[in-house]
């Protein structure tokens, strides 16, 4: 998620949790505990220019649920050591850091970038793709929470405006999951009847909302694209279907950049040749034909490809035009097309 729905949510959930008199200063705590994680990107920068390794290696030390307790343990041991609040409260303060650090890898996980929570275990990273990466409905709720314990401070109304923030912002999760499952179970059944009930899938909400969503299911010939908002919406989805070079991408599957992307994207990725260049593009973040992240991994030699050092592309991005288009997507079904659902 965005660093500000971070600090929030880090903010929030200390200040829950330590005594009123201590409000303040858990609420500050917090907030930076709650971005810390993210801090990774700086040394990744220093450490290598290969943008794979950074996307891979990003949301994964800093980010997992078997390190992050043992830094929280560590901080928490340091601050008491000094005496003053965490020493005149310990155990509600371990839990203030404990629950700031580690609320952060778990709202990624909500998102469908990836989040490995196991690390340095390798199970392919977390993607539930419930929220968008940026949602305003989720953080307003924390935010709102937050300026009004700064204000009151150690008042009662300070921790009922916490526990609201958390309550609802929570709420917000959950019926992003519900939401989730009703396109989920709409899209099966479109599928199914196209053939592909078995096809890898994922489906994620288009930015800033949970009523708008995007499916994509993997073909043998590239893959299908539909969106179905569970505002105008009645009936079977539409797909549209996209080619990839499927059968270049099968030669260079054994390369290290290519192999860690799929395992990254979990396989959703789409191949596609641009001058000399062999281009992968992952499909979960944007929508055909503009994506966020999208890596020459090889070039063009006789009938055949050569490995290269991975270069990231900058792409056309009408993100203007896309939003608006969205915007009236979630409440106008589109006409009745006449192109096919074949895949």
Avoid: C
């Amino acid at each position: 998620m965005d660093s500000l729905t971070q600090i929030v949510l880090g903010a929030s959930v200390a200040a829950a949790v330590v005594p009123a008199g201590h409000r303040r200063a858990a609420l500050l705590a917090g907030a930076v505990l709650g971005t810390l994680p993210d801090l990774d990107s700086l040394p990744l920068v220093l450490l290598t220019d290969d943008p794979v390794l950074r996307m891979t290696w990003h949301r994964s030390f800093s980010h997992s649920l078997l390190v992050l307790p043992l830094l929280a343990w560590a901080i928490w041991a340091w601050y008491r050591s000094r005496g003053k609040r965490v020493a005149e409260a310990p155990a509600r303060w371990f839990w203030a850091i404990l629950l700031a650090l580690v609320t952060h890898p778990l709202l990624d996980a909500f998102t469908v970038y990836g989040t490995q929570l196991w690390w340095p275990l390798r199970p392919m990273p977390a993607m539930w793709s419930s929220v968008f990466i940026i949602d305003p409905m989720y953080t307003l709720w924390l935010l709102i929470g937050v300026v009004v314990a700064a204000i009151a401070g150690a008042r009662r109304v300070a921790g009922k405006a916490v526990l609201f923030g958390l309550v609802l912002s929570t709420a917000y999760l959950g019926w992003s999951l519900l939401a989730k499952g009703l396109v989920e179970r709409q899209a099966g059944q479109t599928l199914a009847t196209m053939g592909l009930q078995d096809a890898p899938r994922f489906s994620v909400p288009m930015p800033f909302n949970t009523l708008l969503w995007r499916v994509v299911a993997m073909t043998p010939q590239g893959f299908v694209e539909g969106e179905y908002s569970l505002v105008a919406d009645r009936g079977p989805m539409r797909f549209r279907a996209h080619a990839s070079d499927v059968d270049d991408l099968a030669q260079v599957t054994a390369y290290p950049a290519v192999q860690r992307l799929a395992w990254f994207n979990h396989g959703f990725m789409k191949a596609s040749r641009h001058d000399d260049a062999l281009v992968l593009s992952d499909l979960r973040m944007g929508a055909e034909p503009d994506y966020s992240f999208n890596f020459v991994v090889a070039e063009r030699t006789g009938d055949g490809w050569r490995e290269v050092p991975p270069t990231q592309m900058a792409w056309p991005w009408h993100a203007r035009r896309q939003l608006g288009e969205a915007w009236r997507r979630i409440w106008h079904a589109p006409e009745a097309e006449s192109e096919g659902r074949e895949p």
